[in-house]
């Protein structure tokens, strides 16, 4: 049976005036106008489509599904605007839900007048004597009740213990590990389903998992790989192979696309744990956390290489950045540019980037999985990375403009539940970046958020991303008020932006609202609406 879309306007460079579409078997059969549409599938079961603009479903490259999840369904902090505010919202949600653990998220203190977290103190007076974790937004650190810290005995002789403060690094993995123990095996199983129809909802069918024995652990992610939704979860295992034996071993025990992922050379800047070269601004006696040595950061790339595997990190801090390019360095060196980028090798996040190393990137073939909504919140003179870094280093972060420049494979996601799954969203920040010089193009950005995506995990057949006869029949249908084809203001624009260019529309992002997901298909398979 073939469906004909009627009547809307179609995301296609290979059509870029359709308003029809036919989908047959889960395939793109055929672009163009409706009365043609018609004429040559007199058969097909028609939707009338409104107007509706239909893009290529989104991607997101970097999630984290049960504990969006968990937010979903539990206590989000990400509203809170002050000290006293949080410890309001923590106490009218366990008012609500008076049994079992509280699971919260998203405290963020940088944007509070006090600039003071939760202590332990503070939960226990609102909670007494039961069990509560509440990670703060960038989930590198964490606030504890009494009640779950004494579940951990190893807890006070571990690294980045306080018995107020929020816990960082080893201590922070400790409490967090205890906190999901208290899970049950439904609410586990109901956080995964709300965080997958969350994303269907927004227009995505594919995430990258980025999981990890010291992020969920393994029955974590095989639960997550053993549900069938209908969004596509792309495993990235997160733990350092020693030789490519080892490499092999783990990709077979876990049946992930690669060891990539949140694997963890440093921690985030919010909780000043990302690793420096210089002090942090605002904390001049620490340059933040180093998790991985240089040894184990060149063996992991070396073991992936050889066995032809993804590999990749979790690196933040400019220090960070320069452990993990002075290790591929080495690797490139020994095996050549070409092996390495066969592999599809990635960096996750990777905020303090400098020029010299984004040609070396963009050379070896690594694909920068960035999130654009960091800058959204935590941009700006006034904003979290000001207050870490002071302006001058703040306004070098995320420098997408730079990587795509150097040629680097740019993804886009949201790690979510640290920030919104909406796609628009991060596309419209990496096209509205505080520093002006670091913003993409919407066409650009759109791409890292959908074709980039699939590329990332690798998928280069050259189609998936796209609407293009033989493509997937991977898309979504939006509500979109205004429609515009724009570009940086030079020649280009003026080639671009003019109607005989064929350079297909994109919801106008800047002053307007973002579009509105009316269905998404996946394959063929409507996955939601």
């Known amino acids: 049976m073939t469906t004909l879309l009627i009547n809307g306007r179609i995301h296609s460079p290979a059509q870029p005036d359709a308003t029809a579409m036919a989908v047959r078997d889960g395939v793109i059969a055929w672009l163009g106008s409706d009365d043609v549409g018609r004429t040559l599938h007199p058969d097909a079961r028609v939707v009338d489509l409104e107007g509706g603009f239909v893009a290529p479903a989104f991607v997101d490259s970097h999630v984290h599904v049960t504990a969006t999840g968990l937010n979903l369904n539990g206590l989000d902090l990400r509203a809170a605007t002050s000290l006293r505010h949080c410890l309001q919202l923590l106490a009218d949600h366990a008012q609500v839900h008076r049994d079992g653990p509280v699971w919260g998220h998203g405290w963020d203190e940088s944007g509070w007048p006090e600039r003071t977290p939760p202590s332990t103190d503070d939960l226990d007076a ?212 070409p092996a390495v980028a066969r592999c599809g090798h990635r960096l996750e996040h990777l905020e303090m980037v400098t020029a010299a190393q984004a040609a070396q990137l963009g050379a070896w073939g690594v694909t920068a999985s960035v999130q654009p909504m960091f800058d959204a919140l935590w941009g700006g003179d006034a904003g979290m990375y000001a207050q870490r870094l002071g302006p001058q280093r703040a306004r070098q972060l995320n420098p997408f403009a730079l990587l795509a420049s150097e040629g680097v494979p740019i993804a886009f996601g949201s790690d979510t539940p640290v920030t919104s799954m909406n796609p628009w969203e991060t596309v419209r920040a990496a096209v509205l970046h505080h520093t002006e010089t670091a913003a993409i193009s919407p066409r650009a950005a759109f791409t890292a958020a959908t074709r980039g995506g699939w590329r990332a995990c690798g998928v280069r057949d050259g189609v998936s991303g796209t609407l293009t006869p033989g493509a997937p029949a991977s898309y979504a249908i939006w509500d979109a008020d205004e429609l515009e084809v724009s570009a940086p203001a030079n020649a280009v624009q003026r080639w671009s932006t003019d109607p005989r260019s064929r350079v297909p529309a994109l919801p106008r992002l800047a002053d307007a609202e973002l579009p509105r997901c009316r269905q998404t298909v996946h394959r063929g398979v409507v996955i939601y609406g």
């Open 126 to 337: 609102v909670l007494g004597d039961r069990p509560a974790y509440l990670a703060r937004i960038d989930v590198h650190s964490a606030v504890a009740t009494t009640a779950l810290r004494r579940v951990v005995p190893d807890l006070a002789a571990a690294a980045g213990f306080s018995p107020q403060d929020p816990l960082t690094a080893d201590a922070h993995h400790l409490i967090r590990a205890a906190a999901r123990a208290h899970l049950t095996t439904r609410q586990r199983h109901d956080a995964r389903v709300a965080a997958l129809d969350h994303a269907a909802a927004h227009g995505i069918v594919a995430v990258h998992e980025c999981a990890g024995p010291e992020i969920g652990g393994l029955d974590d992610w095989l639960e997550l790989r053993a549900l069938d939704h209908g969004v596509d979860v792309i495993g990235l295992w997160g733990e350092a192979a020693r030789d490519a034996d080892h490499a092999k071993s783990l990709i077979a025990e876990t049946g992930a696309h690669g060891l990539a992922g949140d694997l963890f050379v440093d921690g985030a800047l919010g909780s000043r744990t990302a690793l420096l070269h210089a002090p942090y601004s605002d904390a001049g006696d620490t340059r933040g956390n180093r998790y991985l040595d240089q040894d184990t950061i060149t063996a992991h790339l070396q073991a992936c290489t050889q066995a032809g595997i993804p590999a990749g990190f979790h690196v933040i801090g400019d220090a960070a950045v320069s452990a993990v390019v002075d290790a591929l360095a080495v690797v490139a060196g020994e095996h050549g540019a």
